[in-house]
């Protein structure tokens, strides 16, 4: 059956991108996106991006194959906005301006023709209904973000974590310092903002549940995760990644779209906004100056009192970290993300918890103080 051009499989219960528009997006960019080096206009690529997002609805594939040309036409767009005054002028522009398109954005384009053909079973274009219909979430997940550091939890499955400000900056990323006993830092202090903190947080929050969950095995009718965040902006980039020009933000957007890619679950990601006064417990996680102590923040929290305390891999954060400041230009690949998900976090004993100082990053200095590595 066909709805809405996509190709719905009742025995299978599944939906697919039809193959024919596979095909018909292969010839295009056989017979128009072959040139070197690569000039198109704004239209041209427009319409290649409307092509590939249309997959969206089924595939994360469409989305992580995108955002860089997305955000090479939107940097077009910024730069010559103020000369379009009038509507023949854009229309001009749109037909007749050329945009280079740099070595990223084509080396996605690469990759998705390489992925195009005409298996009606492809995976990469095929998802089953139940992840698709609107049901309630199978998990629910809480993130936050302060100038001082990150936390986030879950009831089920059992978790949370923090980072202070100090974990980050000894992992590379550039943060804002604070003075002694300052929580907000000085208006022309250098780092990132806490948008791009809050979208981190939420980040870590993802890569944590999913991977308790891939150890919990598969699930009938698949896993409807919900993330809750007080930060919109950083809701807004999950969702919709194209969204911000700001180059961390991208990269970030990027990271987080490649590892739903190759996300060895069936599983659904949905954001929702809740109010600062309703996320308390990632805010007190958060706060690792105010509450230095896993036992402080349960003090302060009831909610946390029941949830094991967990350590992140390094590998995780630093594979982030290149994420963002890396200026190479090869693809997250399968092997890469893969590994990913074969990290495996840990478990604070129970017993040291209840004074226990040391947040979710795990420092060499620390062995043997009660947990193995």
């Not at 698709?132 to 199978?138: A, E, G, Q």
Request: glycine content about 6%; aromatic content about 8%.
């Amino acid at each position: 059956m066909d709805y809405l051009g996509f190709t719905i499989d009742t025995r299978k219960m599944c939906v697919s991108w039809p193959t024919s528009k596979r095909l018909a997006l292969c010839h295009l960019i056989d017979t128009e996106w072959a040139d070197q080096p690569c000039r198109k206009n704004p239209r041209a690529i427009a319409v290649l991006l409307g092509t590939v997002r249309n997959a969206c609805f089924l595939s994360p594939l469409g989305v992580y194959l995108s955002i860089r040309l997305q955000h090479t036409l939107n940097a077009a767009i910024q730069q010559t906005s103020s000369l379009m005054r009038t509507s023949k002028t854009m229309h001009f522009w749109w037909q007749k301006h050329r945009i280079t398109i740099g070595p990223e954005a084509l080396a996605d384009i690469k990759l998705l023709r390489s992925i195009l053909d005409d298996n009606p079973d492809h995976p990469a274009w095929q998802r089953p209904i139940c992840l698709l219909v609107k049901r309630d979430p199978t998990c629910i997940i809480y993130s936050d973000a302060a100038y001082e550091g990150l936390g986030g939890w879950c009831s089920n499955p059992p978790f949370m974590w923090h980072l202070s400000d100090s974990d980050l900056s000894t992992l590379g990323f550039p943060l804002k310092s604070l003075r002694s006993g300052q929580q907000e830092p000085d208006r022309d202090e250098k780092g990132f903002h806490i948008n791009t903190l809050e979208f981190i947080a939420l980040i870590i929050n993802i890569w944590l549940v999913e991977c308790l969950l891939l150890k919990d095995g598969e699930k009938k009718g698949g896993h409807i995760i919900q993330a809750l965040a007080d930060n919109t902006s950083a809701l807004s980039w999950m969702s919709h990644a194209s969204r911000s020009l700001n180059p961390t933000v991208s990269c970030l957007a990027r990271f987080l779209t490649a590892l739903q890619v190759h996300l060895p679950l069936q599983a659904h990601l949905t954001g929702r906004h809740l109010p600062g006064l309703q996320n308390t417990g990632a805010d007190v996680l958060s706060r690792v100056h105010q509450y230095p102590s896993w036992g402080s923040a349960i003090a302060a929290c009831s909610l946390l009192e029941a949830l094991p305390a967990y350590r992140l891999p390094r590998k995780l954060l630093l594979t982030m970290h290149s994420a963002i400041s890396s200026t190479q230009t090869e693809d997250w690949s399968v092997k890469k993300m893969t590994e990913l998900w074969k990290l495996e976090p840990r478990i604070f004993p129970a017993g040291s918890l209840a004074m226990d100082t040391r947040t979710s990053l795990w420092h060499r200095s620390h062995r043997g103080r009660g947990s193995r590595r």
